[in-house]
């Protein structure tokens, strides 16, 4: 087609920029096809990550005694702990980890109907979960009430 119209470049560099944007092109092109599996695992990292996030939490919370952890999602998450009648902060987290959090403790506690296990040196903890949304304010709260486990049986050889 450029041959015919007339038009055909007469120097190398017009030649070698036409080659740059048609490798550029199919370079782009190949990587738009890859889209879902990139995003696929930018989501399973973010999950990882959250997931140690709520590890870390639930590790500090057990360590300071708390009886129930609170999450208050607004514009950031505040993370609180109960100790002997009174909350404490332990830590607040930037409000795009909501994203990845909520799903996950619905997903651990399948849909709010179990606990959450968890286990720390050998000890089992369950952690049981209540989410409220606050009518007034956009503002989401999930209560962690702490209760050891019962340990789990070993067969005797």
């Known amino acids: 087609m450029l041959l015919t119209s007339g ?4 120097n190398r560099a017009a030649l070698i920029g036409v080659g740059m ?3 550029a092109t199919w370079v782009g092109w190949t990587k738009w096809t890859n889209r879902p599996a990139i995003h696929q695992a930018i989501r399973e990292q973010e999950k990882e990550n959250t997931a140690r996030y709520l590890d870390s939490l639930l590790v ?4 300071e005694g708390a009886s129930q952890v609170r999450l208050r999602a607004g514009i950031g998450i505040q993370v609180d702990s109960l100790v002997n009648g009174e909350w404490h ?3 607040r987290l930037p409000a795009f980890v909501w994203k990845t959090l909520r799903p996950l403790l619905i997903e651990k506690s399948r849909n709010w109907q ?3 296990q968890f286990e720390l040196n050998g000890d089992r903890f ?3 979960p209540e989410f409220a949304r606050e009518a007034e304010h956009p503002i989401e709260t999930v209560l962690l009430t702490l209760r050891q486990a019962p340990p789990i049986p070993r067969a005797t050889v």
């Open 7 to 10: 038009y055909f470049p007469q």
């Open 21 to 23: 944007v048609g490798i």
């Open 60 to 63: 500090i919370a057990m360590s």
């Open 89 to 91: 902060e332990l830590m």
């Open 114 to 116: 179990r606990a959450i």
């Open 126 to 128: 369950d952690f049981w």
